[in-house]
């Protein structure tokens, strides 16, 4: 059975930091998934945050491209969303993905993160 955890949502003033993980388990050959992080706002459609391949290639977002940074820790089955210089628009719950042909996509439960003064 597939499972991903996401964990590091919290609530921070804008300019702040934050730092998601999401722990992988029942993935066959985790480093061969694409990962990724998705984020649904109130009231809005789910949207691609970033993502990153087997071999480390990293995609954003243009509302968070130079402020987030995504990474992946193969023998921890992990991946990781660094977030800076947090804006209030940036508020909403974010979703671990993974993705490999012929399987999935798999989602996370989600994470809320609230950028608030």
């Known amino acids: 059975q597939v499972q991903l955890v996401e964990s590091g949502g919290d609530m921070v003033q804008p300019g702040g930091s934050l730092r998601l993980s999401c722990a992988a388990s029942?993935?066959?050959?985790?480093?061969?998934?694409?990962m990724g992080w998705y984020r649904q706002a109130p009231g809005k459609q789910r949207e691609l945050v970033a993502t990153?391949?087997?071999?480390?290639?990293?995609n954003y977002s243009d509302s968070v491209k130079g402020r987030f940074t995504i990474s992946r820790d193969n023998a921890k089955k992990t991946v990781f969303l660094q977030m800076n210089s947090l804006k209030p628009e940036d508020t909403a719950v974010y979703y671990c993905?993974?993705?490999?042909?012929?399987?999935?996509?798999?989602w996370g439960q989600g994470t809320q993160v609230t950028v608030s003064s």
């Open positions: 993905y993974a993705k490999l042909i012929g399987m999935g996509p798999y």
């Open positions: 029942g993935l066959n050959i985790f480093r061969l998934y694409v």
């Open positions: 990153i391949t087997s071999d480390s290639s990293t």
